[in-house]
């Protein structure tokens, strides 16, 4: 029986890692299969982990058919065994959906990685879908790290040092932009998310360089705007 399965969780758990790693042991097993990505740090068309390990993929955008391109290849007499989907919280509803056509039609297994929540901690559209119709979520579980030591659930946009909380869902990080700045990421525990302190405005407010700011204190909730 073939499955639509979402991976979640922050940034730097490892979701790329675990995609490749999946795909060698799949090819591993002379199985084939068509690897999907959108928006990945190392450029379009390819799929890569922080660790440096990195393959060909095929770029996503908003018009780009899943059904369309796996028919394609089944019609021109390829083999597809299963699909391999990374940065899956930037894809359409539409386009999740056509994902579990895969699954439920054509007995593809489908996995797809993703972060489940933006910056805001809003749900991107396209994790929305993928828990609503996913077989089955699976929360990594390689923890990503706060800056503090705690374990690290929610994702920060940083723009010239400094956390913000409004703007653009999606903005393409360590870029420069004309209206925003230097645009950084960051992982973060929900405590230090509230507080809106990011490691740059921990090591600000510490009264050493070699000593952060754990306590409430140093660290208020900023006021409701």
Not at 5 to 13: A, H, Q, R, Y
Not at 51 to 61: H, R, S
Not at 207 to 221: I, Q
Request: aromatic share 6%.
């Amino acid at each position: 029986m073939a499955d639509l399965v979402f991976f979640s969780g922050t940034m730097d758990c490892g979701k790329s890692t675990l995609a490749l790693q999946i795909d060698h042991n799949q090819r591993a097993r002379d199985r084939e299969g068509l690897i999907f990505t959108k928006f990945d740090r190392a450029g379009q068309s390819v799929l890569s982990s922080r660790l440096g390990l990195e393959t060909e993929a095929v770029e996503v955008d908003d018009a780009l058919d899943f059904w369309d391109v796996v028919v394609d290849c089944l019609t021109a007499g390829a083999r597809v065994d299963y699909v391999i989907c990374d940065e899956a919280q930037f894809y359409t509803p539409r386009q999740v959906e056509q994902l579990a056509r895969l699954v439920d039609e054509l007995g593809i297994d489908v996995t797809a990685f993703g972060i489940t929540a933006d910056f805001r901690t809003e749900l991107f559209p396209g994790s929305r879908r993928l828990v609503e119709l996913a077989d089955r979520v699976e929360v990594l579980q390689v923890e990503a790290l706060c800056w503090c030591g705690r374990r690290a659930t929610h994702n920060a946009r940083i723009v010239d040092g400094v956390m913000v909380v409004e703007g653009e869902q999606v903005v393409v990080g360590d870029t420069a932009t004309a209206t925003e700045g230097v645009v950084e990421y960051e992982v973060l525990c929900r405590r230090h998310h509230m507080r809106r302190m990011n490691s740059h405005a921990a090591r600000a407010a510490s009264p050493s360089p070699d000593t952060l700011p754990f306590d409430l204190d140093a660290c208020p909730v900023p006021p409701r705007r």
